[in-house]
């Protein structure tokens, strides 16, 4: 446990254990007007990828993008709220690539052309696997039933660029974005991530005015956060409080907030994917089954078959 200095306010510090993932924290430097949010991502991640075998280079892409899903799906404060994430193209290597987190879970898959990958080499830029694509990022809060979405271009050379211009276009806040990956010792990949923001005008009492890009308290924090290593966000042995400790040591405030425990999910199961199916009239389930009477529904989030029987949807004669 690290020793937190005058004006540092720990709230988790007690709990964290190594390696240190599956969370991510928030954090608040009051005197800067800037939060911040960090995130590792370890077993979850792996029982993500190892569900689809996809080759290392999709893999990575699928993991910097759910690591970027953890990071801005925190931040909701609405329990039931969801954010995705949607990137797509026509003429790339990837088709689409979705992830969505809603409540800690996490989730996503990536649909791709095999033999442009081959074609694009062994470490493909992002151009190179979406050419001119676009990421679409999506809040829905279910408190209110409000949807907000913003549409970029992956134009950039990462998907954290591409998510910064999101936060630049669609809010007008200046937002720093940074991802990293590392394999451990058994090779299965470990991804961390930060993502700082200046404070809106507006915000814990301050004057509504129009966001300054130049600010020198945003400045000062861009800065800072921009040392922040790939490695040290991908080392399972330094606990998300220790990094942040590491930035923003020199800060008069920091508020580091309640942790956030990260999860696979997927919400397909049996019972939906019925219900889902008796929705359809009874010639089109006919239709859909195979020479066996069963339909058979295949997951792209968690890549499991579903077989259900055309005789479950039998009514009773009365």
Known sequence: MMRAPDGW???VTDTVTSPDLDRAIGFTIPERHARGRIVRLGPVLDAILHAHAYPPAIETLLAEALTLAALLGSTLKDAGGQLT???????????LLVCDYRGGELRGYVQYDPDKLAEA?????LFALFGTGYLAVTFDQAATNERYQGIVPLDGDSMAAAAESYFMQSEQIPSLIRLGMRRDASGKLVAGGLFLQHLPEGEVGRERL???????????????GQTMG???LGDASLPLETLVWRLFNEEQEVRVLGNVALSRGCRCDPEYITSVLSKFGEAERTDMAD?????????????TKFPVALSDFTTPTL
């Open 9 to 11: 306010r720990f709230a």
């Open 230 to 232: 790939a490695d040290e």
């Open 85 to 95: 994430l949607q990137a797509q193209t026509q003429n790339g290597v990837v088709s």
């Open 291 to 303: 020479d066996d009477g069963f339909i058979t529904v295949d997951c792209a989030f968690c890549a």
């Open 121 to 125: 080499g062994p470490n493909p830029s």
């Open 210 to 224: 129009h966001t300054r890009l130049d600010h020198p308290e945003w400045e000062h924090v861009e800065a800072l």
